[in-house]
C-alpha cells in the first residue's frame, strides 16, 4: 500500500508540475499580449470577472473536497455500494448548486458596472463579457463535473492534469489568435466556456472507461448524510477564507483604485500565484496519499511523515519566497516597462504574504486528509470578516499596501495558529507549542538566508536580461547552500532525502 502510494504521488505530481508549467506559460503569454496590443484595462477586466465569479462559486467550495474525503475509506477497503451512493449524491448536489449559482449570476447583471471605477474599454458590454464568465463557471455543474472526484479519490491526479494540459493548449492558442489576428475581446472570452465543455467531455470519457461499474445509484443513510453535511459546511466556511482573501483584493481595488491599479496588483500576483501553484501539485498529490495513509497507519506514523514533510515544504517555500524577492523588479520591468512596477514596498510585502501563506500549506493537507473542516468552522468566518473589514477600512488611505497588510495581518495572527491548534487538539492530539516553535525557528532560517541572498544580489550592477539570469544563478545556489547547512543534520532532512531519492529511482 505505501509503493502504490508513493507511486501515485510521484506520478501525480510529474503530470500535475507540466500540466501547471503550461497553465502558468500560456496566460503569461497571453496577458503580456492584451497588455502591450490591447491595453492594461483589458487584463483588468479579465481579473475582476474571475473574482467576481469565485465569490459566486462558494456554493460549490465544500462538496467537492468533502466528497473525495469521504471515499478514501470506502476505495481502501472495496466497499463499491458506498462509493456508488456518494457518486449519486455529488452529482444531485452538482447540479442543485449549478442551477443556485446561475440564479444569483444572472440577479448581480444589474449591479455589475458598480464594480468598476473610471474608464471601461471602448465598445465594451460589462454584462455581457460577465454572462460569458458565468457561463464558464457553471457549465460544469451540468456537464459531468462531479466525474473528476473519481479520478481524484482514486489518486489518479495525473489524467486530470493531463486533460486540462489538452483543453488547456487550444485555449491559449486559439485566444492568441483573437489578440492577435481577429482582436476581438468578446471571441478571446467565448474560448473560456467552450474549452471547459471540452474537458469535461475528455474527463467523462475517461472516467465511464477506467471505473464502469461505478454508477450514480443508491442512497446514504441519514447518519452518513449528516456527517457528509457536517463535513461540507466547514469545508465551506475554510474555502471562503481563501476567496475572501483572493477575490476580495481585485474587487476592492477596482472599485476604490480602478482596473490599471487591478492589472497592476495581478501581475504582480499572477507571478506570485503562479510559484504557489507549483508548490500546491506537490501538496496536492499526496492529499490522497496521506488521506489513505491515515485511514491506515499509526497517528505516531502520520506525525513523523507530517514533520518531514514540513521541513521538505518550508526549504522549497523559502527558496520561492527568496527568488520573488531578488527577482520581482527586474522581471516586471522586463516584462511590461517601468510604468507597471510597483514600489518595493509593493515586493516586500508580496514576499511576506506568500511565505505567510505558505507556512500553513502543510497543515492544511493533513486538516484536508482527515477531515477536520466542522471543527475548524469558526477561524475561517473570523478571519474573512476581520479581512474584508480591515481592507475596506484601510484601502482609502494607504491603498495597496493597506489590503497587503491587512491579509498578511488576519493570516499570520488568525489563519495560522488556530487553524494549526485544531489539528494538533483534534487528531495528533498533543500540544502545538512544538509546531509553533518550528515555524518561528523556520521563518528566522528563511529571513536569514534571504537577507544573505538579498545582499548579494545588489551587488550586481547591471540591468534587464543579463541581471536576472545572474540574479537567477545566485538564487539558485545561495538559498539552497544555506538551506542545507541548516538543515543536514536534522532527522527530518535524512527521512526527506531517502524519500526524495526513492520518488526519483522510479
Request: net charge positive; charged share 15%; glycine share 4%.
Amino acid at each position: 500500500m505505501t509503493e502504490s502510494r508513493a507511486k501515485h504521488a510521484f506520478s501525480n505530481m510529474l503530470w500535475g508540475i507540466i500540466n501547471k508549467i503550461i497553465s502558468i506559460v500560456g496566460p503569461f503569454l497571453i496577458r503580456s499580449l492584451m497588455i502591450k496590443k490591447m491595453g492594461g484595462d483589458y487584463a483588468g477586466l479579465s481579473s475582476l470577472f474571475t473574482s467576481i465569479l469565485q465569490v459566486l462559486n462558494l456554493a460549490e467550495l465544500g462538496i467537492s473536497s468533502a466528497i473525495v474525503f469521504s471515499m478514501y475509506e470506502p476505495i481502501a477497503y472495496d466497499d463499491n455500494d458506498k462509493i456508488c451512493a456518494l457518486y449519486n449524491f455529488y452529482k444531485k448536489a452538482y447540479w442543485i448548486i449549478g442551477t443556485i449559482i446561475l440564479t444569483i449570476g444572472i440577479i448581480l447583471i444589474p449591479f455589475v458596472p458598480k464594480f468598476v471605477t473610471g474608464n471601461i474599454p471602448n465598445g465594451i458590454n460589462l454584462s455581457i463579457l460577465y454572462l460569458i464568465y458565468l457561463v464558464n463557471t457553471v457549465i460544469s455543474y451540468f456537464m459531468f463535473g462531479y466525474k473528476e472526484s473519481l479520478l481524484t479519490a482514486y489518486q489518479h491526479s495525473d489524467i486530470v492534469s493531463n486533460i486540462l494540459t489538452v483543453s488547456n493548449i487550444l485555449l491559449y492558442v486559439m485566444q492568441t489568435f483573437f489578440i492577435l489576428v481577429i482582436p476581438d475581446y468578446y471571441l478571446y472570452s467565448i474560448m473560456l466556456p467552450l474549452s471547459t465543455v471540452l474537458a469535461n467531455i475528455l474527463k467523462s470519457i475517461v472516467v465511464d472507461k477506467l471505473y464502469p461499474t461505478i454508477k450514480c445509484v443508491g442512497k446514504l443513510s441519514k447518519s452518513e448524510r449528516e456527517e457528509l453535511y457536517k463535513k461540507i459546511i466547514g469545508l465551506m466556511l475554510y474555502k471562503i477564507s481563501q476567496v475572501f482573501r483572493n477575490s476580495f483584493d481585485s474587487i476592492i481595488l477596482s472599485m476604490f483604485l480602478g482596473l490599471l491599479a487591478v492589472t497592476k496588483y495581478q501581475n504582480y500576483y499572477y507571478i506570485m500565484n503562479a510559484l504557489a501553484a507549483v508548490l500546491a501539485i506537490l501538496s496536492n498529490s499526496i492529499v490522497a496519499g496521506i488521506g489513505n495513509s491515515i485511514a491506515t497507519e499509526t497517528v505516531n506514523k502520520n506525525r513523523c511523515d507530517f514533520n518531514t514533510f514540513y521541513i521538505l515544504y518550508n526549504w522549497l517555500s523559502g527558496w520561492c519566497t527568496i527568488c520573488l524577492l531578488c527577482l520581482y523588479q527586474d522581471f516586471i520591468k522586463l516584462w511590461l516597462g517601468e510604468k507597471y512596477v510597483l514600489s518595493n514596498t509593493i515586493v516586500y510585502l508580496c514576499c511576506i504574504y506568500f511565505y505567510s501563506m505558505r507556512v500553513g500549506d502543510i497543515a492544511a493537507v493533513y486538516r484536508q486528509a482527515v477531515g477536520l473542516w466542522w471543527e475548524d468552522k469558526l477561524r475561517p468566518i473570523i478571519e474573512s470578516v476581520t479581512n474584508l473589514v480591515m481592507n475596506i477600512l484601510v484601502v482609502k488611505y494607504f491603498g495597496m499596501a493597506g489590503v497587503l497588510v491587512s491579509t498578511i495581518i488576519t493570516v499570520i495572527f488568525i489563519n495560522i495558529p488556530w487553524a494549526s491548534y485544531i489539528l494538533f487538539k483534534v487528531y495528533f492530539k498533543t500540544s502545538v507549542m512544538e509546531y509553533y516553535i518550528n515555524i518561528i525557528w523556520n521563518t528566522f532560517v528563511v529571513l536569514f538566508v534571504a537577507i544573505i541572498t538579498t545582499l548579494i544580489c545588489n551587488f550586481i550592477s547591471y540591468e534587464g536580461t543579463l541581471a536576472i539570469m545572474l540574479k537567477m544563478i545566485i538564487c539558485l545556489v545561495v538559498p539552497n547552500v544555506l538551506f542545507f547547512s541548516c538543515y543536514v543534520k536534522s532527522p527530518e532532512f535524512e527521512t526527506g532525502k531517502k524519500l526524495i531519492i526513492k520518488m526519483l529511482k522510479r
